[in-house]
């Protein structure tokens, strides 16, 4: 299964969070992932694309126990 990942690069700039409302939220002055569906938005893409520290990533973890 497919998720998004916020690594531990995450400056809390709040670019992820103004371009994709439906993924991304605040929290502990980071960006946290608010869910794991439509993985093939737009927004989502623009926002992963626009982090200035690439910290959002979309990770396949079903190899994981």
Do not use: R, Y
Not at 15 to 31: I, Q, R, V
Not at 43 to 59: F, K
Request: charged share 25%; with cysteine.
């Amino acid at each position: 299964m497919k998720k998004i990942e916020i690594n531990e690069n995450c400056i809390g700039c709040g670019m992820c969070t103004s371009l994709d409302e439906e993924h991304f939220t605040f929290g502990d002055g980071k960006a946290e992932v608010l869910n794991n569906e439509n993985l093939d938005s737009s927004n989502l893409q623009n926002a992963i694309e626009s982090c200035p520290v690439g910290a959002i990533s979309i990770v396949d973890d079903s190899n994981e126990k």
